[in-house]
């Protein structure tokens, strides 16, 4: 297909429908059809689409993907009342993660307290499916990047968060979990998360520690 701007926004025709290199702008007739006198019958009217899948990942650190075909969304059915829009988040692993799993496979969101990227307490959530013994957790949720905005410390973050997230899912009935591992603002190899799930780290003189990017 072919994308054509008209004045303030964007419609897909099909490429068949136009002749190779029309110049000028198609106008909209007072219907909101396009037409052209260049097309390969005269008078033929190529019609707006009338259906939308959305399919988008997150936008890093701003939006997630979930955000962005609700304001998609909006604004197509603002211009085109009529259209279809279908909506199917997606995310790699990193934010958005457990909003996609539930859009696709029902469930809900549960928000627990957890420990930040920074060490300081937040509330974090992981997904748990509609079968109830399925949770999704997105490494994100406890230790991303939208979490550290501003003061970003990759030596001294933590994922301690992540597994404490691991443990609420399972004390919540989860027998499979997903985790995602995504948009991670740290870099302490997972140590923060084993050492929540009971993981002990000694030091040179047998001293426990929780291991950070640093060290």
Do not use: H
Not at 147 to 162: I, K, N, Q, S
């Amino acid at each position: 297909q072919r994308q054509m701007c008209i004045r303030d926004k964007i419609i897909a025709v099909p490429a068949a429908a136009v002749k190779e290199n029309v110049p000028g702008e198609l106008p909209v007739d007072t219907a909101g059809g396009i037409w052209e006198n260049s097309l390969k019958k005269p008078g033929e009217r190529v019609r707006e689409m009338s259906k939308w899948i959305l399919v988008p990942d997150s936008f890093k650190g701003t939006m997630s993907s979930r955000e962005v075909c609700g304001i998609l969304r909006t604004e197509l059915l603002e211009r085109m009342p009529e259209a279809g829009v279908i909506s199917l988040p997606v995310a790699d692993g990193g934010e958005g993660s457990v909003d996609a799993f539930l859009e696709a496979m029902g469930g809900r969101r549960v928000r627990v307290s957890c420990t930040g990227p920074d060490g300081a307490p937040m509330e974090g959530f992981f997904g748990l499916l509609s079968d109830g013994t399925t949770a999704v957790v997105e490494t994100a949720a406890a230790a991303g990047l939208p979490l550290l905005e501003g003061r970003l410390d990759v030596e001294g973050a933590t994922t301690y968060g992540v597994g404490e997230l691991l443990l609420a899912a399972a004390e919540a009935g989860a027998r499979k979990i997903i985790l995602g591992l995504g948009g991670s603002a740290t870099n302490d190899g997972g140590c923060g998360c084993a050492a929540a799930l009971g993981v002990r780290f000694l030091d040179e003189a047998g001293k426990a520690f929780i291991p950070v990017g640093r060290t």
